[in-house]
């Protein structure tokens, strides 16, 4: 057991959309990612997310809306539901999630994330 800083690990990496492994709560894995422009829309079959803002802003773009997700907010995003994350600055996000979950969910190319390094 031990005690995990979220700047130490963000201060580990500076790309983008590249999330990284920084611990596991049973079968679920907790990721840090950093996140500027717009991601791409996707969605996950079996999948909830949970994106929590740990710096910057989020916003979260569904097909009938859009939710700002500020410092020390989260959104939960349902399986199934298409969404594009956003950033118009540099943001912080730790996700929860399941170990099988992809970061592009039904999309499959350069951006998707197979193997989650470590920190």
């Known amino acids: 057991m031990e005690t995990v800083n979220l700047a130490e690990k963000f201060s580990k990496f500076q790309d983008y959309c590249k999330p990284r492994l920084i611990g596991e709560v049973n079968d679920f894995?907790?990721?840090?990612?950093?996140?500027?422009?717009?991601?791409?829309?996707?969605?996950?079959?079996?999948?909830?997310?949970?994106?929590?803002?740990?710096?910057?802003?989020?916003?979260?773009?569904?097909?009938?809306?859009?939710?700002?997700?500020?410092?020390?907010?989260?959104?939960?995003v349902p399986h199934g539901i298409e969404h594009l994350p956003v950033a118009d600055e540099e943001v912080h996000i730790v996700l929860f999630e399941p170990g099988t979950t992809l970061n592009t969910g039904n999309i499959s190319n350069e951006r998707t994330v197979s193997y989650l390094e470590r920190i």
Not at 34 to 59: P, Q, S, Y
């Open 29 to 76: 894995h907790v990721k840090a990612v950093k996140l500027k422009g717009e991601f791409l829309w996707h969605h996950h079959e079996t999948e909830d997310e949970l994106f929590l803002v740990v710096k910057g802003t989020l916003r979260m773009k569904f097909r009938d809306r859009e939710a700002i997700v500020r410092e020390g907010e989260f959104v939960i």
